[in-house]
C-alpha cells in the first residue's frame, strides 16, 4: 500500500499516516478515497506532510470525534511519535480549505447506499423500501461570512441569533441512512431543495413525505416512474371533485394542477386519498383531519389502515436528525451553535462528515442487528459510537483477517446493549424555556470597538 497520498509523515507498514483510523476502512475503503480525491483533481502534486487524502480522513473523523477540536482529532487518529510535532490548528484549517467539499460530497456519493434487504424488520412493505424525505435547520458560527452565505431566521423579534444552513435529507426509514442531502440557505425552499434528491432514490421505494412538500408537479414527476411508489400526507383543505369510496374507506378521486383545470376536468391524475382521524386526546393531531395520498391504488393489495400505520415510520427521519444534532455533535459551553466551522465551505464540509460518520455508525448497527436477526431499532446509537470512538484505536490492521476481527467484536459489543422493544409512546412538540429576560443580541452587539479606557480609569466615587 502506497503512503497516503505522498505525505511525508512517518507512516506504518501498510502506508497509514492515520493509522488509529483503520478500523473505518472496513466501511469507507481507502480506494474509494482516493477515486473521490482523483474524480475531483485533489491529488497531491508534490509531496508535503497534509497531503488530500490525510487531511480527507482527518475530516472524516471529525464525523466521529466530534467533542475534539480538529488538532485534537489528528491526535486522536494516529499513533504517538515523540519525533513529530503535531501539525497546529491554523496548517490543519489551512489544509481543509485546500481540500474544498467536493472530495467530501463525491465520497458520500460513493460510499453511502441503502443497507434494507427484504429480511430487514421494518424497513419494507410488500417488496417496496420504505424512504422519506424531509428537512432540518442547523445553526452555524455567527460569522459575517457564514451569515452572508446562509441567512438567518427572520420573526418578530428581530433577526435570529444565529446564520442558518438548511439541510433537506433523503433517508432509509428501516435503517436510517441517510442515503442522499443538499443543503442551502434557511431561506431556501425545502420543496426546490428536495427536488434535486429524485435522481438518487432507488428503484423499488415507497417514499413518504410531508405536507409541505406536495406539489403538483412534484407528484405528477415522482408517480411517473413506474419503479416508484408514493405516500405523501397533503393538508386537508385540498379540494377533490367525483369520489369513488373503496371498502376500506378510502376513495379513488383525481388531483389537478389549478382550478381551472379541474373546472374543465384537463390533465388530471387519478390519486388514492385516505382521510381520517385519533382519538386519543393525548396524541398529538387529536380530532384533527388527517389525509394520506398514495398510487397505490388497490385496497385489497394495500389496505388504508397498514398505510396509515406505515405513513409513521416517516418520523424516522426526525429520529435520524435527532441523532446527528444531539447525540453524534449535540451542543456543548464551547460550542453554542450545532456546527462549529467559520466558513461556508467549513460547515458544507463538516455536514457531510457528520453524514458520513452518521453512516459509519449506522453501517455497524445494521450488520450487528442482521447477525442476530434483530430490527436495528433494538441497538443503541448512542452506544455505538461511544464503543467505536473507544474501540478504533485498538484496531489491529496488519491483515484483512485482523481488521475483519476486530469489526466482528465490535459488533458483539453492540449487540450486548439490546434495547428493548419500543415503547408506546408520545413525544409533544413543545419547549420547556419560551423566553429570556435578557435583551435579545443585536447586530450592535456583535463586534463593539475597542475599549479606551481600563476599569480603574471608569470608576468615579458618587460621596
Given at each position: 500500500m502506497s503512503r497516503q497520498g505522498s505525505s511525508t509523515l512517518s507512516a506504518d507498514e501498510q502506508?497509514?499516516?492515520?493509522?488509529?483510523?483503520?478500523?473505518?476502512?472496513?466501511?469507507?475503503?481507502?480506494?474509494?478515497?482516493?477515486?473521490?480525491?482523483?474524480l475531483t483533481g485533489r491529488v497531491n502534486q508534490r509531496a508535503?506532510?497534509?497531503?488530500?487524502?490525510?487531511?480527507?480522513?482527518?475530516?472524516?473523523?471529525?464525523g466521529l470525534l466530534t467533542d475534539l477540536p480538529i488538532w485534537q482529532v489528528f491526535k486522536a487518529a494516529r499513533r504517538f511519535r515523540s519525533s513529530e510535532k503535531t501539525p497546529g490548528r491554523s496548517t490543519l484549517c489551512e489544509a481543509r480549505k485546500r481540500l474544498g467539499v467536493e472530495p467530501l460530497v463525491c465520497l458520500?456519493?460513493?460510499?453511502?447506499?441503502?443497507?434494507?434487504?427484504?429480511?430487514?424488520?421494518?424497513?419494507?412493505?410488500?417488496?417496496y423500501r420504505w424512504m422519506g424525505i424531509d428537512g432540518t435547520i442547523f445553526d452555524v458560527p455567527d460569522s459575517e461570512a457564514n451569515?452572508?452565505?446562509?441567512g438567518r431566521a427572520n420573526g418578530g423579534r428581530g433577526k435570529g441569533a444565529f446564520p442558518q444552513v438548511r439541510k433537506v435529507s433523503?433517508?432509509?426509514?428501516?435503517?436510517?441512512?441517510?442515503?442522499?442531502?443538499?443543503?442551502?440557505?434557511?431561506?431556501?425552499?425545502?420543496?426546490?431543495?428536495?427536488?434535486?434528491?429524485?435522481?438518487?432514490?432507488?428503484?423499488g421505494t415507497l417514499l413518504t413525505e410531508d405536507r409541505g412538500l406536495f406539489s403538483f408537479d412534484a407528484w405528477k414527476t415522482l408517480s411517473g416512474r413506474d419503479d416508484l411508489r408514493l405516500l405523501v400526507r397533503v393538508k386537508s383543505q385540498m379540494v377533490f371533485p367525483e369520489r369513488?369510496?373503496?371498502?376500506?374507506?378510502?376513495?379513488?378521486?383525481?388531483?389537478?394542477?389549478?382550478?381551472?383545470?379541474?373546472?374543465?376536468?384537463?390533465?388530471?391524475i387519478r390519486v388514492r386519498v385516505i382521510e381520517y382521524t385519533i382519538n386519543d386526546p393525548q396524541r398529538t393531531g387529536h380530532e384533527e383531519r388527517h389525509r394520506l395520498m398514495t398510487n397505490l391504488l388497490d385496497d385489497k393489495e394495500y389496505p388504508a389502515l397498514e398505510l396509515i400505520v406505515g405513513y409513521h415510520e416517516r418520523w424516522e427521519v426526525e429520529v435520524v436528525f435527532d441523532e446527528q444534532k444531539t447525540h453524534q455533535d449535540p451542543r456543548r459551553a464551547e460550542k453554542p451553535a450545532h456546527l462549529r466551522s467559520g466558513t461556508p465551505d467549513g460547515v458544507r464540509q463538516e455536514l457531510y462528515a457528520l453524514s458520513l460518520g452518521h453512516y459509519v455508525v449506522r453501517a455497524v448497527m445494521f450488520a450487528a442487528a442482521a447477525s442476530a436477526d434483530l430490527d436495528p431499532d433494538r441497538l443503541s446509537f448512542t452506544g455505538t459510537i461511544q464503543i467505536l470512538q473507544c474501540r478504533l484505536p485498538e484496531c489491529?490492521?496488519?491483515?484483512?483477517?485482523?481488521?475483519?476481527?476486530?469489526?466482528?467484536?465490535?459488533?458483539?459489543?453492540?449487540l450486548s446493549g439490546l434495547l428493548p422493544p419500543r415503547r408506546n409512546r408520545i413525544n409533544p412538540r413543545v419547549i420547556k424555556r419560551k423566553m429570556s429576560k435578557w435583551n435579545k443580541k443585536q447586530p450592535k452587539h456583535r463586534r463593539p470597538p475597542p475599549l479606551s479606557k481600563t476599569f480603574v480609569e471608569t470608576v468615579v466615587m458618587t460621596n
Amino acid at each position: 500500500m502506497s503512503r497516503q497520498g505522498s505525505s511525508t509523515l512517518s507512516a506504518d507498514e501498510q502506508g497509514r499516516i492515520l493509522d488509529r483510523l483503520a478500523g473505518l476502512e472496513n466501511i469507507i475503503l481507502p480506494e474509494l478515497v482516493r477515486q473521490a480525491l482523483t474524480l475531483t483533481g485533489r491529488v497531491n502534486q508534490r509531496a508535503c506532510p497534509l497531503s488530500a487524502e490525510v487531511t480527507l480522513w482527518v475530516v472524516l473523523a471529525m464525523g466521529l470525534l466530534t467533542d475534539l477540536p480538529i488538532w485534537q482529532v489528528f491526535k486522536a487518529a494516529r499513533r504517538f511519535r515523540s519525533s513529530e510535532k503535531t501539525p497546529g490548528r491554523s496548517t490543519l484549517c489551512e489544509a481543509r480549505k485546500r481540500l474544498g467539499v467536493e472530495p467530501l460530497v463525491c465520497l458520500h456519493r460513493l460510499v453511502v447506499r441503502p443497507l434494507a434487504t427484504l429480511r430487514t424488520p421494518g424497513a419494507t412493505y410488500k417488496g417496496y423500501r420504505w424512504m422519506g424525505i424531509d428537512g432540518t435547520i442547523f445553526d452555524v458560527p455567527d460569522s459575517e461570512a457564514n451569515a452572508q452565505a446562509f441567512g438567518r431566521a427572520n420573526g418578530g423579534r428581530g433577526k435570529g441569533a444565529f446564520p442558518q444552513v438548511r439541510k433537506v435529507s433523503l433517508v432509509e426509514l428501516g435503517t436510517h441512512v441517510e442515503v442522499a442531502m443538499v443543503l442551502g440557505g434557511w431561506q431556501d425552499s425545502e420543496q426546490e431543495l428536495a427536488r434535486q434528491l429524485w435522481d438518487q432514490i432507488p428503484a423499488g421505494t415507497l417514499l413518504t413525505e410531508d405536507r409541505g412538500l406536495f406539489s403538483f408537479d412534484a407528484w405528477k414527476t415522482l408517480s411517473g416512474r413506474d419503479d416508484l411508489r408514493l405516500l405523501v400526507r397533503v393538508k386537508s383543505q385540498m379540494v377533490f371533485p367525483e369520489r369513488t369510496p373503496l371498502s376500506d374507506h378510502s376513495f379513488l378521486t383525481w388531483i389537478y394542477r389549478n382550478s381551472h383545470d379541474r373546472q374543465r376536468d384537463r390533465d388530471g391524475i387519478r390519486v388514492r386519498v385516505i382521510e381520517y382521524t385519533i382519538n386519543d386526546p393525548q396524541r398529538t393531531g387529536h380530532e384533527e383531519r388527517h389525509r394520506l395520498m398514495t398510487n397505490l391504488l388497490d385496497d385489497k393489495e394495500y389496505p388504508a389502515l397498514e398505510l396509515i400505520v406505515g405513513y409513521h415510520e416517516r418520523w424516522e427521519v426526525e429520529v435520524v436528525f435527532d441523532e446527528q444534532k444531539t447525540h453524534q455533535d449535540p451542543r456543548r459551553a464551547e460550542k453554542p451553535a450545532h456546527l462549529r466551522s467559520g466558513t461556508p465551505d467549513g460547515v458544507r464540509q463538516e455536514l457531510y462528515a457528520l453524514s458520513l460518520g452518521h453512516y459509519v455508525v449506522r453501517a455497524v448497527m445494521f450488520a450487528a442487528a442482521a447477525s442476530a436477526d434483530l430490527d436495528p431499532d433494538r441497538l443503541s446509537f448512542t452506544g455505538t459510537i461511544q464503543i467505536l470512538q473507544c474501540r478504533l484505536p485498538e484496531c489491529d490492521a496488519r491483515t484483512r483477517e485482523s481488521l475483519l476481527e476486530w469489526l466482528l467484536r465490535v459488533q458483539e459489543e453492540v449487540l450486548s446493549g439490546l434495547l428493548p422493544p419500543r415503547r408506546n409512546r408520545i413525544n409533544p412538540r413543545v419547549i420547556k424555556r419560551k423566553m429570556s429576560k435578557w435583551n435579545k443580541k443585536q447586530p450592535k452587539h456583535r463586534r463593539p470597538p475597542p475599549l479606551s479606557k481600563t476599569f480603574v480609569e471608569t470608576v468615579v466615587m458618587t460621596n
